[in-house]
């Protein structure tokens, strides 16, 4: 009887750790991404570079991804069906997310609004 317990304890201590090593182990998958601007349900982020005409982007799924590079700003972000953060300044903007069918603009001039990155919630 004593070697059948021993034996349940073991199973029980190693499906434990197997299960804790799978838990820590995992991570958020990021499933966002850069798609056509075919649907106003996306969201649509217009971007401007130096010297060059507007820019759309449309992303969907939710997840986080990579946005700019330092010379370019953003002038208008429309959520579409999706609530959105974007990140600059060193933290996550606004505290609450955009709301869904949300449209923020900016005025169109170099140095104003620098997002790095961009999250759907």
Not at 9 to 38: D, F
């Amino acid at each position: 009887m004593r070697r059948i317990a021993r034996r349940a304890a073991l199973a029980a201590l190693t499906s434990i750790a197997v299960t804790a090593a799978l838990t820590v182990g995992a991570t958020n998958a990021s499933a966002i991404n850069e798609g056509t601007c075919s649907r106003s349900d996306f969201l649509q982020i217009t971007i401007h570079r130096p010297g060059e005409n507007s820019e759309l982007r449309c992303y969907a799924n939710a997840g986080e991804a990579d946005l700019l590079s330092s010379n370019w700003w953003v002038t208008q972000i429309s959520t579409g069906n999706n609530r959105v953060q974007w990140y600059g300044d060193g933290t996550w903007q606004p505290t609450q997310a955009i709301d869904k069918w949300t449209v923020y603009t900016w005025p169109s001039h170099p140095g104003g609004v620098r997002i790095n990155r961009v999250r759907i919630l």
